[in-house]
């Protein structure tokens, strides 16, 4: 069974432990936290009223972005005005200007600056004293630049530079000077505001002498880088043989344009001579069907020698009419058809042979043009890689050129204008001598402190209380034990209850104090508890160490429960037993429970009936050698079946369960165990290790008893001071609690 925490594991944050926590802090150390404030408050005063007088004296300066110059660098620099705002500030701020004021003013022959110095009032009064303790007061005598620079980094301390109220977004920037001294204060005020504006004329006078020296120092090398650029260009025109950039391309393309149109006509011809060619070339040997290719039935010879063959023809047919076959007429005249008809024939070979002879010249033309042209476009792609080079070569030198006359243009209006101071610094209003100083308000002191103070006590003691480590309160029982809180037991009249008899002699003789409405509020709890039990309740009262006040809260609640029913107390603690010096003022005197488990007295004669409360005590008897092994033993066991048919309960008084393991061997025995705790003693881990330990073996935990609370202690009579009244909550006629007796 586990004993963990529930609190550490809970991701719920419990704000109203927290703010217990803080009102049980105010109460628990209300009076370490007073008293801290209270010297806090009056050290702040006295501290305040010892300074000096702080004379304020604010210059107020306009301070814009530089407008564009000459030059175009400055579009770079200041496009965030807030960013130029943050730069200004830092130059006002920067140890090279508090030098330049220092040495303005001599300041570092003054003394010191700072009004905060002890310099009136009881510190100062203080200081001598102090001082008048040395036997001889040594003087160091520091170099000029120690002094300068400690004055300058005293100065830095001492201004502070802002916008003025309600010119958020205005160029205005106050600066603000504190000393002790009211014309000091004003003369150094105006002379940071004088310093930083010289000091930024002086950087754009050595900006614009740079610049010159830059500009003249390029120009000399941009001006080298031209000469070798035109030397290589002219180098380059003349190993090509270049005249003009661009005239030998012209010409290129014109002759390129022409060969181009020439081969365009070639390849025309040759298409139209090479479809004559095709169409002749199906011809047969008879050149039949050449009347059906236009490129021989349109040649004029042709077209001549068949009109002629057809006069003859038709005149034929005329003189057919009137003479016969074998007239001589148409004897001559069929001579005539028949040599046009040859000389027709002969006429349309040579046309064939004329065809193919024009398709072998157009093919031979078209191969001429194509070559042509092929070799012009050659030296033009040639021309155009020239060109290309050249033109690389004249762009360099142009641009060079161009970055020359720039520069060159630059160093003359450089020259002529010169450094101009510009007028976007100056001073808007001059600081005046304060006529009045300032001193911290000592009521704004006092409230600042307390704040301070208070909070920084009050987290102390919540430190304090949350690093605790023990069980002071039932919510640590809970919280930090996670087991169940069976009661709280006060001190009684604020003193220790370890006191032999005393709480058990509270309880006889004061039933209506706090303490024994206490008693009986556990012993209620404890019945509840058992309501369901049967027989005989065996209770183990047991802590993890000694002097927590088991014995005690045992002999208590034995008192408590015997008004109720038959009860025995046994005094279970063999080592160290205290019931027999409480109750008898004895010790091993009396038999007891090592005598009956030893079968050496009767268990009747070893029982002791106190004569006021109704109670049987079992002492723990003579001293053994072996208490661990008679607890153990088979006869402890029988002794404690006897006892239970006897009584109603058994409550036993167990050794601490750290120390010895008598306490484990006897809960085996016990029907549930009481864990007593005293208040803010024991830490947390071993509280846990033993109740871990019962855990372990089965046994069944009752509560936890918190022990010796002092319920008259501020934060806790707050919030438990009518928990056990007797007379009821809040009844202010309630009495008090009697004296304790001894």
Same mark, same amino acid.
Request: negative net charge.
């Given at each position: ?5 529930d ?5 719920v944050i419990?704000?109203?432990?927290y703010l217990?926590l803080?009102r049980?802090t ?6 370490w936290i007073?008293?801290?404030c209270?010297v806090c ?12 007088p ?14 564009m110059g ?28 508090m030098r ?6 001599n =300041? ?11 310099d009136?009032?009881?510190?100062s ?6 001082e008048?303790l040395?036997e001889?007061p040594?003087?160091?005598i ?5 002094q300068?620079?400690s004055?300058?980094?005293e ?9 003025p109220p ?6 205005l920037?106050?600066?603000t000077?504190?000393?002790a ?6 003369e150094?005020a ?5 310093? +930083?504006m010289?000091m ?17 120092d ?5 001006r080298?880088d031209?000469r070798?650029? !035109?030397?290589? =260009?002219?180098?380059?025109r003349e190993a090509?043989d ?7 391309a ?5 002759e390129?344009t022409?060969?181009a ?7 025309e011809?040759?298409?139209r ?7 002749? !070339?199906?011809l ?5 069907g ?8 349109n ?6 020698l ?5 006069s003859?023809?038709r005149r034929?047919s ?9 007239h001589?007429?148409?004897i001559?005249l069929e001579s ?25 010249l ?7 043009a194509e070559?042509?042209l092929?070799e012009?476009r050659?030296r ?15 762009q360099?030198v ?6 020359y006359?720039?520069?060159?243009e ?8 010169g ?8 001073v ?15 009521q704004?002191?006092?409230?600042v ?5 208070f ?7 919540l ?9 002071s309160?039932?919510e640590d029982?809970e ?11 006060? =001190?009684?009249?604020?003193k220790n ?8 002699y509270e ?10 409405e ?5 012993r ?6 058992? *309501? ?7 209770l183990?009262v047991?802590?993890s160490q000694s ?15 015997g ?9 279970g603690?063999l080592?160290?037993?205290? =019931? ?5 003022q004895?010790?091993?005197?009396q ?9 050496s007295v009767?268990?009747n004669e ?17 001293r053994?050698?072996?208490p ?10 029988d002794?404690?079946a ?5 009584y109603?309960?058994i ?14 061997i006897?809960?085996? *025995?016990?029907?549930s ?12 881990p071993?509280?846990r290790n033993?109740?871990?330990r ?15 609370i ?5 934060? +806790? ?6 928990? +056990?009244?007797y007379?009821? +909550? ?7 609690p ?5």
């Amino acid at each position: 069974m586990s004993i963990e925490n529930d609190f550490y594991d809970d991701d719920v944050i419990d704000y109203r432990y927290y703010l217990e926590l803080v009102r049980t802090t105010l109460l628990k150390y209300y009076k370490w936290i007073m008293v801290f404030c209270v010297v806090c408050i009056i050290a702040s005063v006295l501290y305040v009223q010892s300074q000096a007088p702080v004379y304020v004296s604010t210059v107020t300066m306009h301070i814009a972005p530089e407008d564009m110059g000459v030059f175009s660098f400055e579009q770079f620099y200041w496009q965030d005005e807030d960013k130029f705002q943050d730069t200004q500030i830092g130059i006002l701020q920067s140890k090279k200007l508090m030098r330049r004021v220092v040495k303005d003013l001599n =300041l570092h022959e003054r003394g010191k600056l700072t009004p905060a110095s002890f310099d009136a009032g009881l510190a100062s009064r203080l200081r001598a004293w102090l001082e008048g303790l040395t036997e001889e007061p040594v003087t160091v005598i520091a170099e000029e630049e120690d002094q300068i620079r400690s004055a300058a980094g005293e100065l830095a301390s001492l201004i502070s530079i802002a916008k003025p109220p309600n010119r958020e977004y205005s160029n205005l920037l106050n600066i603000t000077v504190r000393m002790a001294d009211p014309e000091m204060a004003a003369e150094a005020a105006n002379a940071i505001a004088a310093q +930083y504006m010289a000091m930024v004329f002086e950087n754009e006078i050595d900006s614009a002498t740079k610049n010159q020296q830059f500009l003249t120092d390029r120009l000399t090398v941009l001006r080298e880088d031209l000469r070798i650029a !035109e030397n290589r =260009l002219q180098d380059y025109r003349e190993a090509e043989d270049i005249v003009e950039r661009g005239s030998g391309a012209t010409e290129v393309d014109e002759e390129l344009t022409a060969l181009a149109n020439r081969y365009f006509e070639a390849r025309e011809t040759r298409l139209r001579q090479e479809s004559a060619y095709r169409q002749v !070339e199906n011809l047969g040997r008879n050149n039949r069907g050449w009347d059906n290719i236009p490129a021989i039935a349109n040649h004029r010879a042709l077209t001549q020698l068949q009109s002629e063959l057809f006069s003859l023809e038709r005149r034929k047919s005329e003189l057919s009419k009137r003479y016969g076959r074998r007239h001589n007429t148409m004897i001559a005249l069929e001579s005539e058809i028949q040599s046009a008809k040859d000389a027709l024939s002969e006429q349309v070979n040579d046309v064939i042979a004329g065809i193919k002879s024009e398709f072998e010249l157009a093919e031979k033309i078209e191969s001429s043009a194509e070559q042509t042209l092929n070799e012009a476009r050659g030296r033009r792609q040639q021309l155009g890689r020239k060109e290309f080079q050249l033109n690389d070569l004249v762009q360099d030198v142009e641009t060079k050129r161009e970055v020359y006359a720039i520069f060159l243009e630059r160093l003359n209006q450089d020259g002529a204008s010169g450094p101009v101071r510009n007028d976007n610094i100056w001073v808007a209003d001059p600081a005046v001598v304060p006529k009045v100083g300032q001193r911290t308000s000592l009521q704004q002191a006092g409230i600042v402190a307390f704040i301070l103070s208070f909070g920084f006590a009050l987290g102390a003691g919540l430190l304090r209380e949350l690093s605790s480590n023990t069980v002071s309160t039932g919510e640590d029982v809970e919280r930090k034990l996670g087991k169940t809180l069976l009661g709280y037991l006060p =001190l009684v009249d604020g003193k220790n209850t370890d006191v032999e008899g005393l709480t058990f002699y509270e309880y006889l003789e004061n039933p209506e104090s706090r303490f024994s409405e206490a008693l009986r509020t556990i012993r209620t709890s404890i019945s509840l508890s058992t *309501l369901q039990a049967e027989g005989c309740t065996r209770l183990l009262v047991t802590s993890s160490q000694s002097s927590e006040g088991k014995t005690s809260v045992a002999l208590g609640l034995s008192a408590a429960i015997g008004q109720t029913s038959r009860v025995l107390l046994i005094d279970g603690d063999l080592r160290k037993p205290s =019931l027999e010096r409480i109750l008898m003022q004895t010790h091993h005197k009396q038999s007891g429970l090592s005598d009956v488990v030893a079968n050496s007295v009767p268990l009747n004669e070893a029982i002791y009936r106190h004569p006021q409360a109704e109670l049987d005590v079992l002492f723990s008897g003579s001293r053994t050698v072996r208490p661990l092994e008679l607890l153990a033993s088979k006869q402890f066991q029988d002794l404690m079946a006897q006892l239970s048919e006897k009584y109603e309960t058994i409550v036993i008084d167990s050794p601490p369960c750290v120390s010895v393991s008598d306490a484990y061997i006897i809960a085996t *025995l016990a029907d549930s165990m009481i864990f007593v705790t005293k208040s803010d003693q024991v830490a947390v881990p071993v509280i846990r290790n033993c109740l871990s330990r019962f855990a372990n073996i089965d046994v069944e935990i009752a509560g936890v008893l918190v022990n010796q609370i002092d319920f008259n202690a501020v934060h +806790y009579y707050a919030k438990y001071q009518d928990y +056990y009244d007797y007379h009821g +909550y809040g009844d202010s006629s309630s009495s008090e609690p009697h004296e304790s007796k001894p």
